[in-house]
């Protein structure tokens, strides 16, 4: 079961889809996250120990390796795909409630912007850590964020702005969410963003990298 567990992890960690990915090239013609999660779901080892024992500690090191600039976005992306291909196996058990997520993150790229890389790293960081994760997308107004957290009490928010131009639309988003909600937890990243502009807007965390904001996550 070890050896398993530790094959998946290594095909998220470096991006391994199935075995018909040409990516990575040390590993062509070889089972993937998707062949080998499958397996482990016919061996009988619980949906909940390939999550934690798998999945999370392949995006751990994934993460460590983004934020120490070993590696970048186009290896972050191969990860994600890796891990989504392994996630399609444990979604009914997520869906029947035998494997419990840890929380749910809503997150969203600010009105105004349509930039969605890094929103969409974060969210594979997160969802690979075993968050639920409710991907509002790109241009999103502070109405569609604040109906999600009706939907989704005390789901933590995550809000993306890669534009300087889009920073006032943010401060706007993250002042409507905490005058229906103030007790509503935001999280706030992206490009032209900093620790100071967070403490500004009244935001609750900064993260300058997905591992932060995996990090932050993990304290809560």
């Known amino acids: 079961m ?12 470096f991006g391994k889809v199935d075995k018909t990915a040409p990516y990575p090239p040390d590993m062509k013609g070889q089972e993937g996250a998707d062949e080998l999660t499958k397996q482990a779901i016919e ?8 999550l934690k024992e798998a999945l999370v500690i ?31 196996h444990l979604k009914p058990f997520f869906q029947s409630g035998e494997v419990k997520r840890k929380g749910k993150f809503i997150i969203a790229t600010v009105q105004g912007d349509l930039h969605d890389i890094g929103k969409n790293l974060v969210k594979m960081s997160i969802e690979g850590a075993g968050w639920e994760v409710i991907d509002l997308g790109v241009d999103v107004k502070a109405e569609k964020v604040i ?12 809000l993306s702005a890669l534009l300087t131009t889009t920073m006032a639309n943010m401060k706007n988003s993250v002042a409507d969410i905490k005058a229906k909600y103030p007790e509503s ?15 500004e807007i009244g935001a609750d965390f900064y993260a300058p990298d997905p591992q932060a904001a995996v990090a932050f996550l993990k304290a809560k």
């Open 2 to 13: 070890e050896e398993l567990l530790s094959k998946i992890a290594h095909c998220v960690e």
């Open 43 to 50: 061996q009988g080892i619980p949906a909940e120990t390939i």
């Open 58 to 88: 392949g995006m751990d090191k994934v993460g460590v390796k983004f934020s120490e600039k070993k590696i970048f976005i186009p290896q972050m992306l191969m990860s994600a795909k890796a891990m989504n291909a392994a996630i399609e």
């Open 147 to 158: 109906a999600s957290i009706e939907q989704n009490p005390g789901a933590i928010v995550g």
């Open 185 to 199: 937890i935001v999280m706030v990243g992206g490009a032209p963003v900093s620790q100071g502009f967070c403490n």
